[in-house]
């Protein structure tokens, strides 16, 4: 789509393609961040904990919702930089057979006061096929505007 700033609609939501968490991805989480906590890489521990299984990190789910949000290509060319993300909550656990997807919409925009460029901002949540919500947070980013 190459959304430029001044064509995002406040309000506006999309919803991502659906994705399978496995417990391979879990472990490369574990690999790649070097956080090997037994929550994450021990099933007896876990249910110990009272959790169904091995569940996924947080920043795991909030780095998939960032791709699920990708995959939609709303700004493939556009987009200038993640400027973070706020007010995360991790609402409930993510567990490995779990199919989820991304709920987001544009909640506000704003210009620059120091580039050429747009603000807006994304209310964005994690969501269990069966509708529960797993994180809630809000993304800003810069992207361009239209030449």
């Known amino acids: 789509m190459n959304l ?7 309000g506006a939501s999309f919803t991502t393609p659906s994705h399978r968490i496995s417990a391979q991805d879990i472990a490369d989480f574990c690999r790649l961040t070097r ?11 876990a249910k110990a904990q009272g959790f ?3 569940i996924a990190h947080g ?4 780095s998939l919702m960032e791709g699920l949000k ?8 556009t987009s200038i930089a993640s400027l973070g993300w706020n ?12 199919v989820v997807h991304v709920e987001m919409a544009f909640s506000a ?5 120091s580039r050429p460029a747009g603000i807006i901002t994304e209310s964005v949540r994690l969501h269990r096929a069966d509708g529960t919500l797993l994180i809630d947070a809000e993304h800003i980013s810069l992207i361009q505007k239209a030449p």
């Open 4 to 10: 430029y700033f001044q064509e995002v609609e406040v």
């Open 35 to 45: 956080d090997f906590h037994p929550l994450h890489t021990d099933e007896t521990y």
């Open 52 to 54: 169904p299984g091995i």
């Open 59 to 62: 920043l795991y789910g909030l």
């Open 70 to 77: 990708t995959e939609l290509r709303l700004y493939e060319e």
């Open 87 to 98: 007010a995360v909550r991790f609402v409930a656990p993510i567990v490995a057979g779990d």
């Open 109 to 113: 925009k704003r210009e620059s006061a």
